[in-house]
Every structure is written in C-alpha cells, then in structure tokens.
Nanobody
C-alpha cells in the first residue's frame, strides 16, 4: 500500500503562485509514476501533470507552461509549482501514484483562485 498526503493548497489571487507538496509513504519502492490531478466543482477529475521514476514528465494542455512538476530521488515526494494562477484553476488537487498497475490517491487539497 502507498499512502499519499497533500499539502500547500489555499486561497490565492489571480496571477499568484502556490506550491503543492505530496508525501508518499508505505510501499514506495517501485512506484512508477507520481502525479497531480484536479477536480473542479461539477467536473470530472482530470490530469494536471505526471512525472515518472525515470524523470519523464507530461502536462495537460491547459497548464500552458505555468506549472512545473518535480519529485525527490526516492519517489517519496512530488511537488507542483503553480504560477500565474487563474480562477479557472480553482479545484481540489489530488496526488496520485501508480505502482505495479495499481492506482493510489491522496485525499486532496483545495486550491481557490479569486479574481
């Protein structure tokens, strides 16, 4: 089992920045991928960014170069630096891990961007 705990959410004005953190614990060996997803009110959960154990990254188109995902070498933490935040970025952000084809999720952290 992998446990994921997010932190760093909050209220920010449009144009501001936030840095989300996610700590992974438990059976973190062989985690293949860490990432961030988000779910806005009334919408489905969607991918924001992922990073693999090999360091490869993938971003959603709406990120538009505003967000940067990073991780520690042990795959025990993943971060999301978010700049130029927009009201449309308001959502609950979830940390995700994939290990041996199983998905693990954190409980989420709320990001609210005011206009």
């Amino acid at each position: 089992q992998v446990q994921l705990v997010e932190s760093g959410g909050g209220l920010v004005q449009a144009g501001g920045s936030l840095r989300l953190s996610c700590a992974a614990s438990g059976s973190i060996a062989s985690i293949n991928e860490l990432g961030w997803y988000r779910q806005a009110p009334g919408k489905q959960r969607e991918l924001v960014a992922v990073i693999t154990s090999g360091g490869g990254t993938k971003y959603a188109d709406f990120v538009k170069g505003r967000f940067t995902i990073s991780r520690d070498n042990a795959m025990s933490a993943v971060y999301l630096q978010m700049n130029s935040l927009e009201p449309e970025d308001t959502a609950v952000f979830y940390c995700h891990a994939e290990r041996f084809a199983r998905d693990y999720w954190g409980k989420g952290t709320l990001v609210t961007v005011s206009s």
